[in-house]
């Protein structure tokens, strides 16, 4: 018999799995129930399990994770994923055969703020050629989920256990709007996740949730020292650096190890893919954007241009890691043969005019220092997002920084953060690139360990209302009445960076236009700003369709209402309407992608 939910909100399900559909890289981790509810000290973390993945490569790397890449037929059938994607793709275009296959690589990033993501968002493959987005992501997260789920069959699970028994955890950037949530919602759905056996982890929470039980702070008894996970009160930065965003968090350590929010999740999308782009844009400069374009698009080099990109962030990977004065690309001879056709001259010669940069046989060697302004962008933007953080009076008392996510392991970032905020303690964890992963199992096990979550944007209804002295005269209208109205008010529901526990609800009264109302329409919008007025301001933008709420009592005539509720304390909004006093509770299913 399939499992549920506990009333305490925790999973009764045998299996918590987590999928993580990472920008650059991805995997899955999992763990059994009776492991999270065996008894163990303090110094005993939860066994999480990870797959290790085998790179398509002579060289045959292990690793936690695979890239994200997805390779699909000419008629659109799922082929393969990751390193196998990678592989079979190259292969079709070394044979010349590759016409019509779908590639896709590094496609999360479509979610990061746009503002006209529906179902019918499309994707560009590999050749130029669209493709629903919501089948690419249901595509990817389906091959996550079998390949977690044969795992499972070959730990041999006692007992038996049938899918239903499987919680799913998928992670996501906090930054994320609810919109972008909503998407990746119904992408799960379509690759066979139910909507009752999926929860989000936000991926700063997630990470601050594992790093919380791990051995990271000194403390001395009995003139013996050790290393004991944070104590209670302690207060600590998350800074997640993943391929794609870069997502900051502030928590506290309460006295029952639940841990409060001091400041909501917000980043950028300078992760270390948006490195990658600047090694190609300083290519384009130095050798042409018209022979860039050539090299990228003619499907002549198509495998060549594939083996350059991965070849760049293999090659800034080992650099990041310290102890590198240059970096040295490997080229192929076609490129130099397309150079010196373009240009007249050999790349040898054309980089001796360049500074930093030189060219020998097949290597492309760039000196330290341009590395390192390759990275300035980036650094430069985490150093600040930290220090505005700091130089909030109610965060003085943080004292330690937790650094997780694939670009965290860049040395570059750890010691300028080391350099700047010398003060503090700096964690890194030996998987840092796995605790995310791993912190969203626990987490799923554990959601009350959230105690709080803020805000990151204000939320309020467009709603017509009396007309005050001071409203904008370009909003005035009279309602079947006569009454005089204003339009587009901001009828706000939350305010930005105001502090939800994991229950709390927001409630916003709703009255009628007119005595005869039934059904009022409820369009939520969300800004930037703490007190927005009307919801045509530039900082606000619309959450989705309108959603009705029932007002089919007609008894009090304009002074019935209706109680429209936000549950603000999960990782996902929830609303329900009811009309007061003795009106049913309604779920109501938000509709975020437009159609």
Not at 246 to 256: M, N, P, S
Not at 344 to 351: A, M, N, R, T, V
């Amino acid at each position: 018999m399939a499992r549920s939910l506990s009333n305490t909100g925790r999973s009764d399900r045998l299996v918590i799995a987590a999928i993580d559909l990472g920008t650059t890289y991805s995997g899955y981790a999992y763990t059994f129930k009776h492991e999270l509810e065996r008894e163990r000290s303090a110094k005993d973390m939860c066994k999480v399990l990870s797959n290790n993945w085998q790179s398509g490569s002579s060289a045959g790397l292990i690793s936690h994770k695979t890239p994200t890449s997805l390779l699909l037929t000419k008629d659109g059938e799922f082929d393969s994923f990751g390193y196998k994607a990678e592989k079979n793709y190259m292969d079709l275009v070394n044979g010349n055969k590759h016409i019509g296959w779908r590639f896709y690589r590094k496609f999360k990033m479509l979610l990061h703020k746009n503002d006209v993501l529906n179902k019918n968002t499309t994707i560009k493959d590999d050749q130029g050629n669209s493709y629903l987005a919501l089948e690419i992501f249901a595509h990817s997260i389906r091959f996550l989920k079998t390949e977690l789920i044969q795992a499972l069959h070959r730990e041999n699970v006692q007992p038996i256990f049938v899918e239903t028994d499987i919680q799913w955890v998928i992670t996501i950037p906090a930054i994320w709007d609810p919109k972008s949530k909503d998407f990746m919602r119904v992408a799960a759905e379509e690759a066979g996740i139910e909507r009752d056996r999926l929860e989000f982890a936000l991926e700063p929470e997630a990470a601050s949730v594992y790093v919380k039980e791990m051995l990271v702070t000194r403390t001395t008894t009995d003139n013996e020292a050790e290393i004991v996970p944070f104590e209670a009160g302690t207060q600590y930065m998350v800074l997640d650096l993943g391929g794609g965003t870069i997502d900051v968090v502030v928590k506290e350590v309460r006295e029952d190890r639940t841990l409060r929010e001091l400041h909501h999740a917000f980043g950028n999308g300078l992760g270390g893919e948006s490195v990658n782009k600047r090694f190609i844009e300083y290519f384009e400069n130095a050798f042409g954007i018209k022979l860039m374009t050539e090299f990228r698009t003619n499907n002549a080099y198509r495998g060549l241009w594939l083996d350059f990109e991965t070849e760049i962030e293999k090659q800034k990977r080992n650099f990041a890691s310290g102890g590198i004065e240059q970096l040295k690309l490997n080229i192929s001879s076609k490129f130099l043969e397309l150079f010196e056709n373009s240009c007249g001259k050999s790349l040898s010669d054309h980089c001796t005019s360049i500074e930093h940069l030189s060219s020998r046989r097949d290597k492309l060697n760039m000196h330290k220092d341009l590395i390192v302004k390759l990275f300035q962008p980036s650094i430069d933007s985490i150093i600040q997002f930290m220090r505005d953080v700091f130089d909030k009076k109610h965060l003085v008392g943080v004292s330690d920084i937790i650094m997780v996510g694939g670009f965290s392991q860049c040395k570059l970032i750890t010691d300028k953060v080391k350099e700047t905020f010398r003060g503090l303690n700096i964690v890194i964890p030996h998987d840092a690139d796995l605790a995310v992963l791993k912190g969203a199992v626990i987490y799923r096990h554990w959601p009350e360990v959230i105690y709080s979550r803020r805000a990151p944007f204000s939320l309020g209804a467009r709603f017509n209302r009396i007309w005050l002295d001071g409203d904008d005269v370009s909003k005035q209208f009279r309602n079947t009445d006569g009454e005089k109205m204003c339009m587009d008010y901001f009828s706000k529901f939350v305010t930005k960076d105001e502090e939800f526990a994991s229950k709390d609800k927001a409630t916003l009264e709703v009255y009628p236009i007119c005595a005869d109302t039934t059904v009022v329409p409820v369009e939520i919008f969300k800004s930037d700003e703490e007190n927005p007025r009307y919801t045509t301001d530039p900082s606000c933008k619309s959450m989705g369709n309108p959603f009705n709420v029932d007002m089919s009592d007609l008894r009090g005539g304009m002074e019935r209402k209706v109680h429209v509720t936000l549950t603000m304390g999960s990782t996902e909004i929830r609303v329900e309407g009811q009309q007061i006093p003795n009106g049913e509770v309604k779920k109501i299913q938000l509709n975020l992608l437009k159609d």
